[in-house]
């Protein structure tokens, strides 16, 4: 079965670096777009970046352009999230998809980043 | 602050037909198709219906849904305790982003 699994958040301070993933299995991975969604607690959803599936094209959301990338293993079905400059309004559950284009058929379980002094 | 816009709440008894609303412009729903999720406390979302009106396998069909113009909408008929939860659409953007709703909160009384 298609599972999502996402590991790599914590706490930090404002301005630290982090790098998200999300190792895939039950697919083949290097067919799908993937997917990063982030969650603030207690709010809605809010995408964050799309990549395709040889990684060739990305999409980032206004929020996080200059600040955070995407990137993807296809060879270690694994999805990375690198988040640069991080601020406190980034604190987040953030939830690695399979899609694109808003249809995003299997989610991983979060992972909470919190950015805080 | 989302650019499709849900109430924030509703509410129904079960058995009753709820339905929650999206309403978006001509540069997202306008011309891409809705999706919404459905989300549990605690829990990851969960695709509920794709391409404006269709259902993933093991979505009842108690779910649906409907677009028309720059407007969606999700209707739940035969509402059960088990539907409470929060609903959010999701359609492309042609400014090459995903746009979600603020999401809905549905009460069974």
């Known amino acids: 079965q298609v599972q999502l699994v996402e590991s790599g958040g914590g706490s930090l301070k404002p301005g630290g670096s982090l790098r998200l993933s999300c190792a895939a299995s039950g697919f083949r991975f290097s067919d799908y777009y993937m997917s990063w969604i982030r969650q603030a607690p207690g709010k809605g959803l809010e995408w964050v970046s799309c990549?395709?599936?040889?990684?060739?094209?990305?999409f980032l959301a206004d929020s996080v352009k200059g600040r955070f990338n995407v990137s993807r293993d296809n060879s270690k079905k694994s999805l990375y999230l690198h988040m640069d400059s991080l601020r406190a309004d980034d604190t987040a559950f953030y939830y690695c998809?399979?899609?694109?284009?808003?249809?995003?058929?299997?989610w991983g379980q979060g992972s909470l980043v919190t950015v805080s002094s | 602050q989302s650019v499709l816009t849900q109430p924030p709440s509703a509410s129904g008894t079960p058995g009753q037909r709820v339905t929650i609303s999206c309403s978006g412009s001509s540069s997202n729903i306008g011309s891409n198709v809705v999706n919404w999720y459905q989300q549990f406390p605690g829990t990851a979302p969960k695709l509920l219906i794709y391409?404006?009106?269709e259902r993933p396998s093991g979505v009842p069909d108690r779910f649906s849904g409907s677009k028309s113009g720059t407007s969606a909408s999700l209707a739940i008929s035969g509402l059960q305790s088990a539907d409470e939860a929060d609903y959010f659409c999701a359609a492309w953007n042609d400014s090459l982003n995903v746009l979600f709703g603020g999401g809905t909160k549905l009460t069974v009384l």
């Open positions: 391409n404006n009106n």
């Open positions: 990549i395709s599936s040889r990684g060739s094209t990305i």
């Open positions: 998809a399979r899609g694109s284009r808003a249809y995003f058929d299997y």
